[in-house]
C-alpha cells in the first residue's frame, strides 16, 4: 500500500531564511508528486506537480522541488521565506489513469515564520 | 482555476442526524472526489463521485455511511448518515477539470458532531 511520510510535524524559520520541506513516499509504480498549501480558512491551493522529465521543479510563489527518484523523496524548498509563507503543507502522491485525482497525502507541515 | 463552492461551510449537528454537503464547480469537471480531513490530521479519499452511477468508495468507507450523488458534471452532494462524533471533519470536495490535469479543492465543510 501507498504511504507518504513528512518528517517535519512543525518547523519555523526567520523572515528571510531559506526552507526545506521534506516528503518521502512508498509507492508501487513511479507516482506523480504534488505539494500543495492551506492556509487558516483557506482551501488547498496547488503548489508544484511533478509528472515526469526533469527532476526539478517551478512552482508558484518562489518555490521548486526536487524528485529523487532512488531515494523515494519529494523536497520542496524556496530560498527566502516571507511572513506571508506562514502556512501547513502538504506533500501528496498519486498515480495516473483512472486513478488520478486519488491522491495520498502526508501529515502535513505546519510552517512558522518569526519576523 | 476552477472555482469551487460548498454549502455549508460549516454546522453543528447532533449525534444520530444526517447532514448533506453541497458542491458546486463552476465548470464542467472530469473527476469529482470527496476527501475527509480529520481534526490534526491529513486528508483522506473517501469517494469519487461518477457522474449517473454509485460512486467508488475507498476502504473503509461505505455507501450507507456516505451516500454520495452526482447528477451532472458540475454538482456533487456527500451525506454523513447517523453522525457521531468522530465523524467530525472537515469534508473537501476536489475536482479534476476538463481537458486540464490540475486538481482543486473546494474551502471544505466544517463539521462538528456533538
Known amino acids: 500500500a501507498q504511504s507518504v511520510t513528512q518528517p517535519d510535524i512543525h518547523i519555523t524559520v526567520s523572515e528571510g531564511a531559506s526552507l526545506e520541506l521534506r516528503c518521502n513516499y512508498s509507492y508501487g509504480a513511479t507516482p506523480y508528486l504534488f505539494w500543495y498549501v492551506q492556509s487558516p480558512g483557506q482551501g488547498l491551493q496547488l503548489l508544484l506537480k511533478y509528472f515526469s522529465g526533469d527532476t526539478l521543479v517551478q512552482g508558484i510563489k518562489g518555490f521548486e522541488a526536487e524528485f529523487k527518484r532512488s531515494q523515494s523523496s519529494y523536497t520542496r524548498r524556496k530560498p527566502t521565506v516571507h511572513w506571508s509563507d506562514a502556512a501547513e503543507y502538504f506533500c501528496a502522491v498519486g498515480a495516473g489513469g483512472t486513478s488520478y485525482g486519488k491522491l495520498t497525502f502526508g501529515q502535513g507541515t505546519i510552517l512558522t515564520v518569526h519576523p | 482555476s476552477a472555482v469551487i463552492s460548498q454549502k455549508p461551510s460549516r454546522d453543528i449537528c447532533q449525534r444520530g442526524t444526517s447532514l448533506t454537503i453541497q458542491c458546486q464547480v463552476d465548470s464542467q469537471v472530469t473527476m469529482m472526489f470527496w476527501y475527509r480531513q480529520q481534526p490534526g490530521q491529513s486528508l483522506t479519499l473517501i469517494a469519487t463521485a461518477n457522474q449517473g452511477s454509485e460512486a467508488t468508495y475507498e476502504s473503509g468507507f461505505v455507501i450507507d455511511k456516505f451516500p454520495i450523488s452526482r447528477p451532472n458534471l458540475t454538482f456533487s452532494t456527500l451525506t454523513v448518515s447517523n453522525m457521531s462524533p468522530e465523524d467530525s471533519s472537515i469534508y473537501l470536495c476536489?475536482?479534476?477539470?476538463?481537458?486540464?490535469?490540475?486538481?482543486?479543492f473546494g474551502p471544505g465543510t466544517r463539521l462538528t458532531v456533538l
Open positions: 476536489s475536482v479534476v477539470r476538463i481537458n486540464t490535469d490540475t486538481q482543486y
